[in-house]
């Protein structure tokens, strides 16, 4: 990396800006570079000022994008691939890139400190090219993992030029994304405007819809499955030495059907028989890598339940904090560079965490070395999630949860290998029939107990038994059983896949599964695709099969890789991905009519459908839907035998989202709706006007 190299003003003395990404990440950068010497400066915007080796330093901070690609013409029109680059709308984003103009015409070095990825090298860029009146010619880049002081200033005095390559390929993929999303959202919007002359918000994407068609494939598959019966069986063995008993399973399970089950209960019941063999084996379970951005999220959600977004925004703010290094990142991998000795005996003042620091030292100055094992993936830009020492003053409750998550991984890194006994003990009945024990337990914990209780030290005893000893088979059971159909994804296993199938990027990944929730395509933590979300794919399928295809989505992720790597030419890669959208709307434009009237149905259905909240109460055979009066706009629960011999109706709340819940009430047994928005909690309202469980709750 080169050393500084700053454009000098009059005089020899330089005035230097720095571009932040956030608020937060300029105070501590400011901080950790002026020291007690920086002033607040600017009209009640973060903005910070310092004298460094004799020059002036202002820290400035973005919004995060302060620029945003847009449509570069007016009108509402598909298919349209001409845009800009413009400042971000709102009154804020106006206020800063004001400041931040005006700041940079006093200065005559810039330098991007953004995050060192796509998305904050981006901003940096846009800024510095368009604010700062194309300030992005000479700028330089600060490059950190971690917003402590010590590597700050590193990062400050040792600056290397902007890295275009991953400033293309951030502007690749915005670009890509917009051309994907706009043309295609239009496209349907528009079929149903014009079918039916009203307007319905729907969306679609490069990568949102090669994963909900994925979502749709699996529900397919849950659909059609067809539970095969099999049948299992097992017994107790009991050994008369040591009077002690044993659960075992079969050897030639399963059994192939329920006569042969029956046959092998009869004839083994009671059965006597001898131990034939015992084996012991010891497996040795090595230490845990350290997190990638994945990896974290898969273990919050598995030992906290905490969704892959709130897991990422946790992380951040850690970050911000100075807690722990740059947690958008791929790499399972922690270079010596990091000081792993000195963020250890930091960790180690913690009283939560002395004991196990104190037996990771003591474990490698025996002779063993200070490494951590390491994982497969590597980051060219960041190294694997870890603290960075320094001790948190107040967290909330799931941050604290978080962190202690990431600090007790990467002491595990270093620990020695976990050993596990496992024991195998055969028994063979006198008519021929084998029957298996088997069972392990954990010998040695090594790395396992400084991980707790985020794995279980399990242990399980089997009896002492030798080849040659007496046996007994008691209580035989066969049990029927059904296969069972492929698993549903959730967040955390979604996430997985769409980073093994090339869909988003470790930093997009949370936030695409949250969209598809926001447009109701899916529901639940055990993830199901809505009747909404199964239509908009259908029709995509028909008339857009490219943008579906993870093929298609897959390549262009390798393409903007390759950008970034310097392997393809931004250009290039931007023509391929407008010309995938141009292919499929020449199919669609010559069927808009059948594609509207196809969009106008499912809409149609859904809407009926969210509408119905179950049986009439009154007439026990109508449907209550949601209404709308006609006189009023005020809506309402009414029966679908209105007017024929059913008056039933019942008053809703007028603001919020209305949803049925498909449940009655306990005090009454009326049907009860869910009312969400302006209150700390969704509130469920039976629709009993005289229940007394109509009240805020």
Request: aromatic fraction near 8%; include cysteine; charged fraction near 25%.
């Amino acid at each position: 990396m080169k050393s500084i190299k700053f454009w000098v003003g009059a005089g020899g003395v330089a005035h230097h800006l720095l571009v932040c990404e956030k608020p937060s990440a300029a105070k501590k950068i400011a901080y950790a570079l002026g020291g007690r010497g920086v002033g607040r400066i600017g009209r009640g915007l973060p903005f910070y000022r310092f004298q460094k080796g004799g020059d002036t330093v202002t820290v400035v901070s973005a919004l995060g994008h302060l620029y945003i690609p847009v449509q570069q013409c007016k009108g509402w029109s598909f298919p349209v691939f001409n845009l800009v680059w413009k400042p971000a709308s709102g009154r804020r984003a106006k206020l800063f890139l004001e400041e931040i103009a005006r700041l940079a015409r006093e200065a005559d070095s810039f330098i991007s400190a953004c995050d060192y990825d796509t998305e904050g090298s981006l901003i940096a860029f846009m800024i510095l090219r368009n604010a700062c009146g194309g300030a992005d010619a000479k700028a330089r880049r600060m490059k950190f993992s971690s917003l402590t002081r010590d590597e700050l200033l590193r990062a400050y005095e040792s600056t290397s030029e902007l890295d275009m390559p991953v400033i293309n390929a951030g502007m690749a993929r915005h670009e890509i994304d917009w051309i994907f999303g706009v043309n295609v959202s239009r496209a349907m919007m528009d079929a149903y405007s014009c079918n039916t002359g009203n307007f319905e918000v729907l969306s679609a994407g490069r990568v949102q819809s090669p994963t909900l068609e994925a979502l749709c494939r699996r529900e397919n598959e849950i659909d059609l499955h067809v539970p095969d019966p099999y049948w299992t069986a097992g017994a107790e063995i009991r050994f008369p030495s040591s009077g002690e008993t044993a659960k075992a399973e079969y050897s030639r399970n399963p059994i192939l059907n329920k006569a042969e089950g029956e046959a092998l209960k009869i004839r083994c019941a009671g059965s006597p028989g001898k131990v034939r063999r015992v084996e012991e084996a010891e497996l040795t379970v090595p230490a845990p890598h350290p997190f990638d951005l994945g990896e974290l999220q898969g273990e919050a959600y598995r030992v906290f339940g905490l969704q892959p977004w709130r897991t990422q925004k946790i992380a951040e703010g850690l970050y911000l904090e100075g807690l722990i290094s740059y947690p958008r990142t791929s790499s399972q991998q922690l270079p010596p560079s990091i000081g792993f000795r000195g963020i250890l005996t930091e960790l180690g003042a913690n009283e939560a965490y002395k004991e196990s620091v104190s037996s990771i030292l003591n474990y490698a100055d025996s002779g063993r070395g200070l490494w951590p094992r390491q994982g497969k993936k590597s980051d060219p830009a960041h190294p694997a999630i870890h603290p960075t020492g320094i001790k948190p003053n107040r967290l909330g409750a799931d941050a604290r949860k978080v962190y202690d998550l990431i600090v007790k991984r990467f002491i595990s890194t270093f620990g020695p290998p976990a050993l596990k006994s496992s024991k195998t003990i055969e028994v063979e009945l006198e008519q021929g029939d084998v029957f298996t024990i088997k069972g392990e337990a954990v010998s040695d914990p090594g790395w396992m107990e400084h991980y707790v209780p985020y794995v279980k030290i399990s242990s399980s005893r089997l009896p002492e038994a030798c080849e040659g000893d007496a046996a007994r088979a008691e209580n035989v059971r066969v049990e029927e059983t059904f296969t069972d159909p492929p698993p549903r994804f959730n967040q955390s296993s979604l996430i997985k896949f769409m980073e093994s199938n090339g869909l988003g990027t470790k930093s997009t990944r949370a936030e695409i599964i949250s969209t598809l929730y926001r447009r109701g395509y899916i529901s639940g933590s055990s993830i199901r695709v809505t009747g909404l979300g199964r239509g908009v794919i259908e029709m995509l399928r028909k008339r857009f099969p490219d943008l579906v295809s993870i093929g298609l989505t897959r390549d262009l992720e390798e393409r903007m890789a390759g950008i970034e790597e310097g392997r393809e030419d931004y250009s290039a890669v931007l023509i391929r991905g407008a010309e995938a959208v141009r292919d499929a709307f020449g199919h669609m434009i010559s069927e808009f009519e059948a594609v509207g009237a196809e969009i106008a149905t499912l809409v149609g259905e859904i809407k009926d459908q969210k509408n119905k909240i179950g049986m009439c109460p009154s007439c026990k055979n109508g449907e209550l839907k949601i209404v709308r009066s006609r006189k009023t706009g005020k809506r309402f629960v009414g029966c679908s035998n209105y007017g024929e011999g059913c008056s039933f109706s019942a008053p809703l709340p007028q603001k919020g989202t209305v949803k049925a819940t498909g449940e009655v009430c306990r005090a009454c047994g009326y049907p009860t709706v869910l009312v969400m928005g302006g209150w700390s909690k969704p509130w469920r309202v039976c629709l009993n006007t005289k229940c007394p469980s109509r009240v805020k709750g």
